[in-house]
């Protein structure tokens, strides 16, 4: 029997039913997995901002391999400082971004590529993945541009260094590749760890958007990286762009980099010492 009911002109009111309390969602507190070898191939779309300061909000994380080392990054080279004059880039690469290759079907050898390099049997990996990018295998433009930047990475994980930047350093210089812009997050981590194996000029083949894929808390350190090395390069190499100026001015305070940055705006602002490193008068 109901604890009270009453009828009240003509409307059944119920007594004695207590309100549900309001709930509230409870954050998820799972530990996020590790990203894997296999999540090498996948990456956040580039935003469409086209703006040249750098933007304020924090962008998506970029999960690509690889993570920041837990050990203080390694010094610049005096090349890579606003110490030495950087050579410019003539002429200066397209700013088009051309649509990449779809892919096809793989066949049997890049499929079996594919399975010793998820594997982690590097070894293995890089000769079968240099049979795929030769083009012996008959796979088509996309399978070919995902094993070579499959095979940049096996490279790295065999310490050998030249090589896998070799491989990247290509990459790089083609916009249109499929893996164009997973390629800037090792170009990052080569300055952070082997500076030696960098060349600057592969900045000159990625806009700010590119950089700002990276402008989040996980991935600070990675984005203070890289935004001084697209802003190093655009300042000598485009002719002292405002671009990079604004690059420079951007990286965080308390970031290792910060004093690279510092340096190349002090000089700036100082034309009798700046000419021989970068052209002073932007305008």
């Given at each position: 029997?109901?604890?009270?009911?009453?009828?009240?002109?003509?409307?059944?009111?119920a007594?004695g039913?207590?309100t549900?309390a309001?709930?509230?969602?409870?954050?998820?507190?799972?530990?996020?997995?590790?990203?894997?070898?296999?999540?090498?191939?996948?990456a956040?779309p580039?935003a469409?901002?086209?703006?040249?300061n750098?933007?304020?909000?924090?962008a998506?994380?970029v999960?690509?391999?690889?993570a920041?080392?837990?050990?203080?990054?390694?010094?610049?080279p005096?090349?890579?400082?606003?110490d030495?004059a950087?050579?410019?880039?003539?002429?200066?690469?397209?700013r088009?971004r051309?649509?990449?290759?779809?892919?096809?079907?793989?066949?049997?050898a890049c499929?079996?590529?594919?399975?010793?390099?998820?594997?982690?049997?590097?070894?293995e990996?890089v000769?079968?993945?240099?049979e795929v990018?030769?083009?012996?295998?008959?796979?088509?433009?996309?399978?070919?541009?995902?094993?070579?930047?499959?095979?940049a990475?096996?490279?790295?994980r065999?310490d050998?260094?030249a090589?896998?930047?070799?491989?990247?350093?290509?990459?790089a210089q083609?916009r249109?590749?499929?893996?164009?812009?997973?390629t800037?997050?090792w170009?990052?981590?080569?300055a952070?760890?082997?500076?030696?194996?960098?060349?600057?000029?592969?900045l000159?083949y990625y806009?700010?958007e590119?950089?700002m894929?990276?402008?989040?808390?996980?991935?600070?350190?990675?984005?203070?990286?890289?935004?001084?090395?697209?802003?190093?390069?655009?300042?000598a190499a485009?002719g002292?762009?405002?671009?990079?100026?604004?690059?420079?001015a951007?990286?965080?305070a308390?970031?290792?980099?910060a004093?690279?940055a510092?340096?190349?705006?002090?000089?700036?602002a100082?034309?009798?010492a700046?000419?021989?490193?970068m052209?002073?008068?932007p305008?």
């Amino acid at each position: 029997m109901p604890r009270c009911a009453a009828l009240v002109l003509g409307a059944l009111v119920a007594c004695g039913t207590a309100t549900p309390a309001a709930t509230s969602a409870v954050p998820s507190t799972t530990a996020r997995t590790p990203p894997t070898s296999s999540a090498i191939d996948t990456a956040p779309p580039i935003a469409s901002s086209t703006a040249t300061n750098a933007p304020t909000p924090p962008a998506p994380a970029v999960t690509s391999e690889p993570a920041t080392p837990a050990r203080p990054l390694a010094p610049l080279p005096a090349s890579m400082t606003c110490d030495v004059a950087l050579r410019p880039i003539a002429p200066a690469p397209s700013r088009t971004r051309l649509a990449p290759p779809s892919t096809g079907q793989m066949t049997d050898a890049c499929a079996r590529a594919v399975r010793v390099y998820n594997a982690e049997k590097w070894s293995e990996a890089v000769a079968a993945l240099r049979e795929v990018v030769s083009g012996r295998t008959g796979d088509d433009v996309g399978n070919r541009q995902i094993a070579e930047y499959r095979l940049a990475t096996a490279l790295y994980r065999l310490d050998r260094f030249a090589e896998s930047y070799a491989t990247f350093h290509a990459i790089a210089q083609k916009r249109q590749h499929i893996k164009h812009a997973e390629t800037l997050l090792w170009l990052a981590k080569y300055a952070m760890a082997h500076p030696e194996n960098v060349d600057l000029a592969d900045l000159a083949y990625y806009d700010i958007e590119d950089v700002m894929r990276f402008h989040n808390a996980e991935q600070r350190e990675v984005f203070g990286v890289a935004l001084y090395l697209f802003g190093r390069e655009r300042v000598a190499a485009r002719g002292g762009l405002k671009e990079g100026q604004d690059a420079l001015a951007g990286v965080p305070a308390d970031h290792p980099y910060a004093q690279y940055a510092g340096r190349c705006l002090a000089l700036w602002a100082t034309p009798t010492a700046c000419a021989p490193y970068m052209t002073c008068n932007p305008h």
